[in-house]
């Protein structure tokens, strides 16, 4: 009697497998996906901002973890998300980590991928900081950034400008078990 269920189970996961498609080799990491596959979109992606290790004073260094849960059908990560920090109406980008090596993650329904932005805290009110009060996120092949309550403090410049950030973000991980 338990042939009929490993078998269903078997049937079950070769559709599985041939509904993952093959890869595309493209160097444009920020929009590629895979054929047949489709890019993870915010909304059937749920993001969570934080808890962070926020730094305490200028010149301290602060990591805030993304977290994403996919909530519907399988899709694909491919690259770095696109991040950005606005003040005052201005959005000024966050670079890509130049030690990070993207890679292409599928998620399943349920499964969970995360990143990190880290970054230097800027002294209040000076000129070669950023007074940060929106992040806004948007994900490879989902051109709209959404945005989140930036609550972390001013975001340090680099050479003394504002508009070149002492911030990174990481390529995406696979998280949770």
Same mark, same amino acid.
């Given at each position: 009697?338990?042939?009929?269920?490993?078998?269903? !189970?078997?049937?079950?996961?070769?559709?599985?497998? !041939?509904?993952?498609?093959?890869?595309d080799d493209?160097?444009?990491?920020?929009?590629?996906?895979?054929?047949?596959?489709?890019?993870?979109?915010? /909304?059937?992606?749920?993001?969570?901002?934080?808890?962070?290790?926020?730094? #305490?004073?200028?010149?301290?260094?602060?990591?805030? #973890?993304?977290?994403?849960?996919?909530?519907?059908?399988?899709?694909?990560?491919?690259?770095? #998300?696109?991040?950005?920090?606005?003040?005052?109406?201005?959005t000024v980008?966050?670079?890509?980590? !130049?030690?990070?090596?993207?890679?292409?993650?599928?998620?399943?329904?349920?499964?969970?991928?995360?990143?990190?932005?880290?970054?230097?805290?800027?002294?209040?009110?000076?000129?070669?900081?950023?007074?940060?009060?929106?992040?806004?996120?948007?994900?490879?092949?989902?051109?709209?950034?959404?945005?989140?309550?930036?609550?972390?403090?001013?975001?340090?410049?680099?050479? /003394?400008?504002?508009?070149?950030?002492?911030?990174?973000?990481?390529?995406?991980?696979?998280?949770?078990?």
């Open positions: 009697m338990r042939a009929a269920p490993l078998a269903v !189970t078997a049937l079950a996961a070769a559709l599985l497998l !041939t509904a993952c498609g093959g890869g493209s160097d444009d990491k920020a929009t590629a996906s895979p054929k047949g596959g489709s890019a993870c979109v915010v /909304g059937p992606v749920d993001l969570e901002v934080g808890p962070a290790n926020a730094a #305490p004073s200028a010149g301290d260094t602060g990591n805030i #973890p993304v977290t994403l849960t996919n909530q519907s059908a399988p899709c694909t990560l491919d690259g770095f #998300p696109a991040v950005g920090l606005k003040a005052s109406g201005s980008s966050v670079a890509k980590d !130049t030690a990070a090596q993207p890679q292409k993650l599928k998620l399943a329904k349920g499964d969970t991928a995360s990143f990190t932005i880290t970054y230097v805290r800027g002294k209040a009110g000076a000129a070669d900081s950023l007074d940060a009060r929106t992040l806004d996120i948007a994900l490879p092949g989902d051109g709209t950034p959404h945005s989140y309550k930036w609550s972390y403090g001013p975001v340090q410049g680099k050479s /003394g400008k504002a508009d070149v950030l002492n911030a990174s973000v990481s390529a995406f991980g696979q998280a949770g078990d």
